[in-house]
DNA sequence: AGACATGTTGACCACGGGGTCAAGTTATGG
DNA sequence: CCATAACTTGACCCCGTGGTCAACATGTCT
């Protein structure tokens, strides 16, 4: 690679880095060419798709939030504390940096270390859920794939509302927790979707 | 108005209202009048916006679901469960209908009717709360902004996962209850926003 | 220094959105 | 039945997206 090349290759994903964590994971990709000060057909050349950028700006950086949140939890003395610190946690996350809010809502199949992360983050998951469960703190019906669901349906949301300088999404969140207390529990209407159907459903 | 501009008017609705119902407030016009079978210009013509057209297709329709919703909360017996079955009557709504989906959601300052839809819901549903609230069984932190905060964020979800024969959206929405309910609280986190702020968080 | 590989550029493509308007068509009233 | 006002049409404008590629520029290696 030349030494031009890996110069503007740097200027993009800086470009890249930054407009995601403004504008979401969906930014066109003139604009980061454009503001990395570079023709889009350089981007198009260095990187070929979307999804390469995700996997170099966006996937370490997700991996390491998202983990050091998911070791917080299992490191709390209180199975429960753990739970809800990290659903907080992540929903601030998400409400602070578009790029966070869409990494577990928007799905980019084609993103390999991008899914990756949302894999193991999942995986992180179910464990803190477990724990808390077996614990008999965390209601006994609610699996990690109600836990991503609502990620992904509080995520934009709570995004708008961060960034027009309110902090009033902890409400939802804190009304939720509420009700995931096993002493709260009433019967739930309906069986948790599979991975599978869930994944489905975020691919627009 | 000549025999037919009247008869185009009529088709465009009716293509409109179909459309609307499938994929949301957000239709392509030009995608509307190629429904209707006629041209994109006769479209602008006979309504000149997307506004017009919501206030003439929409409003009425999403004045009597949510009427009728907010009616039939109000007249149970119970106030809790009148609180918990407008909620989740709403949800359903939002779920099924694309359209009903949007209207709490997506605002459309210029649609004057459907503004006035939305205004109508949102004075019912503080009495429906207010009502609960008295009650007892709701806790007290519980506000209208809050409810609507819910409302828009579970709506496009809920939508995917209905249209995808799913009706797992119904949990969420469960363990939301159970979360407001007297007994489950806990103290909340953040002050709540006023309808302005929510209002101005959901214009796009 | 020069030649060749490597990289860059911006015009170009196809698509789709909202919106306008001159020209052509058609209903309707006298 | 025909003049005219009312209406419709679709080509056209703008903007934006993703994506490609021939022509040009520039690093790099001998």
Known sequence: MRADAQRNAAKLRA????????QGLQVSLKEIARRAGVSHGTLYNLFGSREALLDEVVADLAAARLGAAARRALSCP??????????????ELQAVDPA?????TRRFPD????????????????????RARL???????FTASDL???FASHAPLARAAASAGS???RRGVAFMLDGLR?????????????????NRLLVP
Do not use: H
């Open 182 to 198: 096993t002493a709260a529990a009433t019967p739930v209407p309906a069986g948790p979707m599979s991975v599978e159907q869930i």
């Open 111 to 130: 993103a390999s270390r991008l899914m990756a992360v949302c894999d193991n983050s999942f995986t992180a998951a179910e464990s803190i859920i477990e």
């Open 100 to 104: 966070m809010g869409d990494v577990l």
């Open 167 to 169: 902090d009033a999404w």
């Open 15 to 22: 470009a890249a880095a930054g407009l995601f964590q403004e």
């Open 148 to 150: 991503l669901f609502f």
């Open 135 to 141: 614990d008999g703190s965390l209601r006994a019906d």
């Open 78 to 91: 209180d199975a429960w504390e753990g739970f809800a610190g990290y659903v907080s946690e992540v929903c």
